[in-house]
Antibody, heavy 120, light 106 residues
Framework: EVQVVESGGGLVQPGGSLRLSCAAS????????MDWVRQVTGKGLEWVSG???????YYSGSVKGRFTISRENAKSSLYLQMNSLRAGDTAVYYC??????????????WGHGAMVTVSS | EIVMTQSPATLSVSPGERATLSCRAS??????LAWYQQKPAQAPRLLIY???TRATGVPARFSGSGSGTEFTLTISSLQSEDFAVYYC?????????FGQGTELEI
């Protein structure tokens, strides 16, 4: 079964750091672009960051300079290192897969999400 | 960044009726447009990509159309399981952006 599973969410104080992980299975992870999308409870979806199969990275303006996306193809794993966290970063973070090996494609696989709460 | 605007915010319809949801982009996104369905406490599900291609397993009652800046998602005959929130997303240019969503309610 093709799936991605997030882990690493939790409660962190403002200014703190957290690292999300995403374990992929059922497909050749190294051949796909992967992204993180977040959703504030009761609100819409916001693309956060993406990474290509060759390690090229992309960020939204709201997280650039604070978040770092990375991947470890040998472990079929995606990561999101989040630093200098703010209350506005509180959200469910979804790991997603782009449909093809192209950077410009829809997200066909979504994880169940990891909740990140930034609060003192 | 490209702003995606969906209308209406809420659409009240009855089972068996036809629903038409709109999505407008602030600049052309060609056909690089996707539609997602999200039910409460679930992750979004891809319905349509490339503006008009149904994803695997999506029923034929869902159809997408449009290109450039104007897009439409049509559900031909609503089933009870279709009541959810629908989002459009452009993936033509970084940063990818989503519309604010249309809630389909009974």
């Amino acid at each position: 079964e093709v799936q991605v599973v997030e882990s690493g969410g939790g409660l962190v104080q403002p200014g703190g750091s957290l690292r999300l992980s995403c374990a992929a299975s059922g497909f050749t992870f190294s051949g796909y672009y992967m992204d993180w999308v977040r959703q504030v409870t009761g609100k819409g979806l916001e693309w956060v960051s993406g990474i290509g199969s060759a390690g090229d990275t992309y960020y939204s303006g709201s997280v650039k300079g604070r978040f770092t996306i990375s991947r470890e193809n040998a472990k079929s794993s995606l990561y999101l290192q989040m630093n200098s966290l703010r209350a506005g970063d509180t959200a469910v973070y979804y790991c997603t897969r782009s449909m093809s090996g192209s950077s410009f494609d829809a997200f066909d696989i979504w994880g169940h999400g990891a909740m990140v709460t930034v609060s003192s | 960044e490209i702003v995606m605007t969906q209308s209406p915010a809420t659409l009240s319809v009855s089972p068996g009726e036809r629903a038409t949801l709109s999505c407008r982009a602030s600049q052309s996104v060609s056909s690089n447009l996707a539609w997602y369905q999200q039910k409460p406490a679930q992750a979004p599900r891809l319905l349509i990509y490339s503006a008009s291609t149904r994803a695997t397993g999506v029923p034929a009652r869902f159809s997408g159309s449009g290109s450039g800046t104007e897009f439409t998602l049509t559900i031909s005959s609503l089933q009870s399981e279709d009541f959810a929130v629908y989002y459009c997303q452009q993936y033509n240019k970084w940063p990818y952006t989503f519309g604010q969503g249309t809630e389909l309610e009974i």
